[in-house]
């Protein structure tokens, strides 16, 4: 099936490409969501800074999509509409659209799925925090399984959703089975706000691995 993929660059969308190239998709493209918000409920904020690094990391074309704050869904119904697709890995405009919407990871065991991500060889850091328990010393760190059983203790203690799902935490690959250059970010601040924050990327470069 020929199909875009909702890329943000975090664990999660990165799964899903995976998932689809290895299942015999034809990616027509990625579709990259730039929101305007700072705040924004339904897209993915940290790293889209340098979302012009995707395409040569990943070896997809990308079509990036600018999200008023006001109408966010809006503009990435369009660009759906417009492109030549049969499905969409992740989203939940497909429907209307008379897409077939493909979430593989829908439901599945939080745990189970990040052991499966760090055994997979996904290099994944914290690229915003967002809950109890998560301070401004997670952001930029990598999420290894130290961090994992770090975040085991927290959903014990604070009854936060393991992979995020609930906003606690967002995150960025620098490096998986799903590209082929490598993501070094050179320069990083962090933005930290009260009991939130993100890591802003001023400068970053790819480079090619062995691995």
């Known amino acids: ?28 493209c ?11 409920f339904m897209y993915h904020v940290p790293g889209t800074e340098i979302m012009d ?3 040569e990391a990943l070896g997809e074309k990308l079509v990036k999509v600018l999200a008023p704050q006001k109408d966010e869904l809006r503009p990435l119904k369009k660009a759906l509409g417009e492109l030549p697709i049969k499905g969409v890995v992740s989203g939940a405009v497909c429907a209307e659209l008379g897409l077939e ?10 745990e189970k799925h990040l052991r499966e ?18 301070d401004e010393k997670w ?17 014990n203690r604070y009854k936060i959703n393991l992979e995020g799902e609930g906003g ?4 960025l690959v620098l490096f998986g089975p799903t590209h082929k250059k490598r993501i070094v970010l ?6 930290w706000r009260r009991d939130s924050g993100r890591i802003v990327i001023q400068k970053a470069h790819l480079e090619q691995s062995s691995a």
Request: proline share 4%; aromatic share 10%; hydrophobic share 40%.
């Open 30 to 40: 990625l579709l990259g969501v730039i929101p305007e918000s700072r705040d924004s």
């Open 168 to 171: 606690e935490y967002e995150t």
């Open 53 to 55: 690094l995707f395409p």
């Open 139 to 155: 952001l930029g760190r990598r999420l290894d399984r130290a961090a994992l059983d770090d975040l085991l203790v927290l959903r």
């Open 117 to 134: 991500l760090l055994s997979g060889g996904f290099e994944i850091i914290f690229s915003g925090v967002a809950a109890q328990g998560l």
């Open 1 to 28: 099936m020929r199909s875009a993929v909702l890329y943000s660059g975090g664990k999660d969308s990165n799964a899903a490409l995976h998932w689809a190239r290895r299942n015999g998709h034809e990616i027509e």
């Open 101 to 110: 919407h493909l979430a593989p990871f829908w439901q599945a065991d939080p």
């Open 186 to 191: 050179d320069l990083y601040t962090k933005d």
